[in-house]
């Protein structure tokens, strides 16, 4: 291996300690710390895994964590009515209804109704919005966090040619906004892309956020490229425990690039990192303090 491991759990970290500076001068202020409200609906262990880690690392920063845990059985009208409910609750400044949904319920009904002003996730279509406009935005977890560790790797992406395999809402496109507003030259790869190996092999900056394990192979990826993969798979092992792997071949891909986020260990930590930032700035723009700075 050449290319450098770039520790998404080490720039993670690092980010919840400053949130966590930041959440108590923002009680200083507010006289109350910031609130997140986590919903998960049913009981998908992967959902049940990620909300208790959310909740536990909004514990960790200091903020307020409201859990609502509820059957699968609930009808759309009820998590509707809960959501609203949420929206107007001064306590919380973020609100995370963790998809996927029962299929009874309208997921995209669900995002629309939630405040755009606590939408931490950032999948409700005014922040997509304001994000594919230049706006001040609550930008999706997952891409925001990708830009950080291209932006330490890399410093200033202006001109670099960039390639998001992708096309997701709460992945490729926004990361390609993002990228977008960084001024490098962005290409979005998809299933329906012709030739995806060439296309890859022109790239300076590689995000693969595909869902298919070691997809993005060591010959496509040009000498001295960042490579940042998004992707979580799981493959099926003797002892039954199963092996996640990205959507890049690490081991081949690490022969040739400059730097390479792991599968785990990479993006995965700044997702949660990032949904702490999301609900600090949410809590400071419905103060109407300025941004808090440093993140
Ligand atoms: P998604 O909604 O399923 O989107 C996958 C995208 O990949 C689609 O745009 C699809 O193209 C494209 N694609 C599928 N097969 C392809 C192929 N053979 N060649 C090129 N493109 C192809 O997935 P997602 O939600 O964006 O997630 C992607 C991956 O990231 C998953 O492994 C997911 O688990 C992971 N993820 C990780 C985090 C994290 O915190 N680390 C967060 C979110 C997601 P079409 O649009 O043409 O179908």
Known sequence: MSAKRIDGKAAALTIRQRVAELVSQFADKTGRPPGLATVLVGEDPASAVYVRS???ATAEAGMASF??????TISEDELLQLVVGLNADDHVDGILVQLPLPKQINATRVIETIDPGKDVDGFHPVNAGRLATGLPALVPCTPLGCLYLL???LGDLAGLDAVVIGRSNIVGKPMTQLLIGESATVTIAHSRTRDLPAVVRRADI?????GRPEMVRGDWIKPGATVIDVGINRLPTDDGKGRLVGDVAFDEAAEVAAAITPV?????PMTIAMLMR????AAHRRAGLEDPEGL
């Open 264 to 268: 785990p260990g990479g993006v995965g």
């Open 278 to 281: 999301n609900t600090l700035v």
């Open 67 to 72: 859990a609502h845990n509820l059957p699968d």
């Open 206 to 210: 590689v995000v693969a956020a595909v």
């Open 54 to 56: 959310k909740n536990r």
């Open 151 to 153: 932006k330490t790797e």
